[in-house]
Structure formats: structure tokens, C-alpha cells
T-cell receptor
Framework: DGGITQSPKYLFRKEGQNVTLSCEQN?????MYWYRQDPGQGLRLIYY???????QKGDIAEGYSVSREKKESFPLTVTSAQKNPTAFYLC????????????FGPGTRLTVL | QQPVQSPQAVILREGEDAVINCSSS?????VHWYRQKHGEAPVFLMI?????EQKGHEKISASFNEKKQQSSLYLTASQLSYSGTYFC???????????FGPGTRLSVLP
């Protein structure tokens, strides 16, 4: 079955540590996205990538970094510079930047202690 | 700029109707609607384009008022399965500045 996988579902880290969230898709989609979801604030865009080896900052990119070395993978690193990293992180993809529908992964809930 | 959604939350009995609104202070090119059930990923419902027709899917439909920069999502004869948080996403121009609203939490009770 095609889809988007995010791992792990729950992640705990100590303050000051960098952590990388995984996002893999086998839908052959060109475009991939990372969102952060906080209660009452909807989904806010962190980074997005339209093609391999290219990515752009979203609305809240500070304290995060990404890479897009392969079409199917778009990992997100939450660095120690992110002041409030505890949140629910969603990865999404779509066929291309010109398509409408985004397909979302199940999400990773990150808790920084 | 993030669109505004209203109401923030609504509670219904099964079979009742609901309307969720999404509005922007800027001219809109498109409005997208997603539903996220508790603990699950958001799922695309429909998109409305500037100059396009009202969309519908079974008992869920939506309209787009270009003059008011507003879209409304209509849920008719709600079912328990309609419970979840509904997000609108808006674009000001084709492929530009897509942003999600804060969401409207819908609870359908038996």
C-alpha cells in the first residue's frame, strides 16, 4: 500500500538535544511538507520541498532544518535552537506543487523534557 | 496571513446540520477543506477555486463567496463519523502563500 510513514509515533528528548523526525513516502510525490500542530493554532508550515535537493523555509522555520537527498525521504531535525519544540509534527506530500491535495502521515508527537 | 474560522467548536446531535466558516482579510484564489479525526492525520475533503462552482460530497458541501473572501462548509444530517477538527486552507494566488486556519472542532453526539 502506498502512503506516508512517520516514525516514531512518540518521541521524548532532553532539552538541548537535537532530534530528527523521519518522513518517508512511497507515493512517488515530488512535493513534501513539514507542519507543526499546536492546540488552537492549526497547522503551521515549517519547511517544504518541491523537488529533490531543494527546499524552502515556511512560516516557522527557525530552529529547524531539513534535507531532501532522496525523493521519498524528507527528514526534519529539531535543533536545540528551537525554543519550544514540544508539539505534534505532521509530514505531508503531494504529487507536485501544482496539485491540490496533500496527503498526510500519522504524525510524531515530540516531547522535550 | 492565517484565515479565521468560526465557530471554534460546535456540538451537534446526530442528524443535525452545521455550518463552518472560513474567512480571510485578503483576496483569495482557493480554499481547501480538510478533516482531522482525533489521533489521525488530516484528510482532504475538497477545494474551491475562485470563479468555481459550489462543491459537494454526499452530505458535505461548500461554497466560496469571492466578494466576502469567505468559504462555508455545510454538513447536512450529521453522522457520528463527522466528528473531528475541520481545517480550511487558503491561497491568495495560484500556488502561493498557502496557510491553514486554526480549525473548528465538531463533535456529533448520538
Amino acid at each position: 500500500d502506498g502512503g506516508i510513514t512517520q516514525s516514531p509515533k512518540y518521541l521524548f528528548r532532553k532539552e538541548g538535544q537535537n532530534v530528527t523526525l523521519s518522513c518517508e513516502q512511497n507515493l512517488n510525490h515530488d512535493a513534501m511538507y513539514w507542519y507543526r500542530q499546536d492546540p488552537g493554532q492549526g497547522l503551521r508550515l515549517i519547511y517544504y520541498s518541491q523537488i529533490v535537493n531543494d527546499f524552502q523555509k515556511g512560516d516557522i522555520a527557525e530552529g529547524y532544518s531539513v534535507s531532501r537527498e532522496k525523493k521519498e525521504s524528507f527528514p526534519l531535525t529539531v535543533t536545540s535552537a528551537q525554543k519550544n519544540p514540544t508539539a505534534f509534527y505532521l509530514c505531508a506530500s503531494k504529487v507536485s506543487q501544482d496539485n491540490w491535495e496533500q496527503f498526510f502521515g500519522p504524525g510524531t508527537r515530540l516531547t522535550v523534557l | 496571513q492565517q484565515p479565521v474560522q468560526s465557530p471554534q467548536a460546535v456540538i451537534l446531535r446526530e442528524g443535525e446540520d452545521a455550518v463552518i466558516n472560513c474567512s480571510s482579510s485578503k483576496a483569495l484564489y482557493s480554499v481547501h477543506w480538510y478533516r482531522q479525526k482525533h489521533g489521525e492525520a488530516p484528510v482532504f475533503l475538497m477545494i474551491l477555486l475562485k470563479g468555481g462552482e459550489q462543491k459537494g460530497h454526499e452530505k458535505i458541501s461548500a461554497s466560496f463567496n469571492e466578494k466576502k473572501q469567505q468559504s462555508s462548509l455545510y454538513l447536512t444530517a450529521s453522522q457520528l463519523s463527522y466528528s473531528g477538527t475541520y481545517f480550511c486552507g487558503t491561497e491568495n494566488n495560484y500556488g502561493q502563500n498557502f496557510v491553514f486556519g486554526p480549525g473548528t472542532r465538531l463533535s456529533v453526539l448520538p
